[in-house]
T-cell receptor, first 116, second 110 residues
Framework: GALVYQYPRRTICKSGTSMRMECQAV??????VAWYRQSPQKTFELIAL?????????EQNFTQEKFPISHPNLSFSSMTVLNAYLEDRGLYLC????????????FGSGTRLTVL | QQKVQQSPESLIVPEGGMASLNCTSS?????YFWWYRQHSGKSPKMLM?????GEKEEGRFTVHLNKASLHTSLHIRDSQPSDSALYLC??????????FGTGTSLLVDP
């Protein structure tokens, strides 16, 4: 079956420091990977969408300078939260799309970020 | 402004009852809807997707879509306590970008 492994599951960082999270697609080829942040109020925000052979598209209020993303192949993607502050806390989710079943977005287990 | 609106915000149904959740998109370009379920502390898991007018049934779950009104609904019959979760509706328009609603929190009362 198709799975997305995301790690770390939880991380705590000091204000002003950075942390990196990674996603690994298993059992399918992830032609696109979307990174979301779910706030404590449960709202989902799309941070950016990365599609193989295309430029990474960042949503309004999110920038490459703050959330650099790497998507080097069809099974791996990573995102870094640079210079994290309190407003960056939340659950970060990667969602990968299967090229064969384009309608299905598989989510990783999420990385919960706490900023002290 | 939230482009995907879900209602109700929260819902309590008795065990064995029917739960009905609603979702409407204000983006006329959407053509695909998804329903995800997220248990507390977990990541969302896809329940069903729909892109054609009409109804789609999988087990106890039925999804309706009215493309003219961009409204979809999820119905859970014979609700179980394990169905208690946050239900998220998402919509997309031809691409890979999903826009999520804020969810309906369902509690099935045993």
């Amino acid at each position: 079956g198709a799975l997305v492994y995301q790690y770390p599951r939880r991380t705590i960082c000091k204000s002003g420091t950075s942390m990196r999270m990674e996603c690994q697609a298993v059992g399918f080829q992830a032609t696109s990977v979307a990174w979301y942040r779910q706030s404590p109020q449960k709202t989902f925000e799309l941070i950016a969408l990365s599609t193989v052979n295309s430029a990474i598209k960042y949503e309004q209020n999110f920038t490459q300078e703050k959330f650099p993303i790497s998507h080097p192949n069809l099974s791996f993607s990573s995102m870094t939260v640079l210079n994290a502050y309190l407003e960056d806390r939340g659950l970060y989710l990667c969602g990968a799309r299967d090229r064969e079943s384009a309608e299905t977005l598989y989510f990783g287990s999420g990385t919960r970020l706490t900023v002290l | 402004q939230q482009k995907v609106q879900q209602s109700p915000e929260s819902l309590i149904v008795p065990e064995g009852g029917m739960a009905s959740l609603n979702c409407t998109s204000s983006d006329r370009n959407v053509d695909y809807f998804w329903w995800y379920r997220q248990h507390s502390g977990k990541s969302p898991k896809m329940l069903m997707s729909i892109f054609s007018n009409g109804e789609k049934e999988e087990g106890r779950f039925t999804v309706h879509l009215n493309k003219a009104s961009l409204h979809t609904s999820l119905h859970i019959r014979d609700s179980q306590p394990s169905d208690s979760a946050l239900y998220l509706c998402a919509a997309s328009n031809m691409g890979y970008k999903l826009t999520f609603g804020t969810g309906t929190s369902l509690l099935v009362d045993p």
